[in-house]
T-cell receptor
Framework: GQQVMQIPQYQHVQEGEDFTTYCNSS?????IQWYKQRPGGHPVFLIQ?????EVKKQKRLTFQFGEAKKNSSLHITATQTTDVGTYFC????????????????FGTGTRLTIIP | NAGVTQTPKFQVLKTGQSMTLQCAQD?????MSWYRQDPGMGLRLIHY???????DQGEVPNGYNVSRSTTEDFPLRLLSAAPSQTSVYFC??????????????FGPGTRLTVL
């Protein structure tokens, strides 16, 4: 089945430094979603990318979908303490289920900690 | 709207006990799902439902049962708890039955420990 891997698993940065997490799928994705989970909290939707090569920005966050639609990245510029948490990518599995391609496979996540 | 609610927030079970984790949403969402989260493993799909009366297995369904008698509720039953089921359980829902194209709204989670 499809595997969605994220690297790195952990990242510690000084406040103000940039941060990037990468998401790689073993199969082509029709779209990809990104979620953020604060410590002790639940995942919260950030964004969805659909088109090959698509780039979207949310303030200091930049999301990119690869040309081959098998990888994606999230880049945070000048990290702040509010960025602390685990970032997950998620995409539909490569194989179709009984009801169609409606499931989501989550990546392993990248945990970001900020050193003040 | 309360969004997605889960009860209980914390639970400790002994091996072999059974219990039901409750999940409810008041957003009239078609799609509901259960995930478990373990360190280093991300979120793994247990079971999901694309509408009332329709459920299917996810990636790690063994030891769990679900049913969807109403649009609002999607309980997860642990048949005979095992220490390997110690985890944080999240329920999620989305408006569209195709979860892969729609925002997932997560509940606050249930932290389960099996001794």
């Amino acid at each position: 089945g499809q595997q969605v891997m994220q690297i790195p698993q952990y990242q510690h940065v000084q406040e103000g430094e940039d941060f990037t997490t990468y998401c790689n799928s073993s199969t082509t994705l029709s779209n990809i979603q990104w979620y953020k989970q604060r410590p002790g909290g639940h995942p919260v939707f950030l964004i969805q990318l659909v088109k090959s090569g698509e780039v979207k920005k949310q303030k200091r966050l930049t999301f990119q979908f690869g040309e081959a639609k098998k990888n994606s990245s999230l880049h945070i510029t000048a990290t702040q303490t509010t960025d602390v948490g685990t970032y997950f990518c998620a995409g539909p599995p490569g194989q179709v289920s009984n009801f169609g391609n409606e499931k989501l496979t989550f990546g392993t996540g990248t945990r970001l900690t900020i050193i003040p | 709207n309360a969004g997605v609610t889960q009860t209980p927030k914390f639970q400790v079970l002994k091996t072999g006990q059974s219990m039901t984790l409750q999940c409810a949403q008041d957003m009239n969402h078609e799609y509901m799902s259960w995930y478990r989260q373990d360190p280093g493993m991300g979120l793994r799909l247990i079971h999901y439902s694309v509408g009332a009366g329709i459920t299917d297995q996810g990636e790690v369904p063994n030891g769990y049962n679900v049913s969807r008698s109403t649009t609002e509720d999607f309980p997860l039953r642990l048949l005979s708890a095992a220490p390997s089921q110690t985890s944080v359980y999240f329920c999620a829902s989305s408006y569209a039955w195709r979860a892969s194209t729609d925002t997932q709204y997560f509940g606050p989670g249930t932290r389960l420990t099996v001794l």
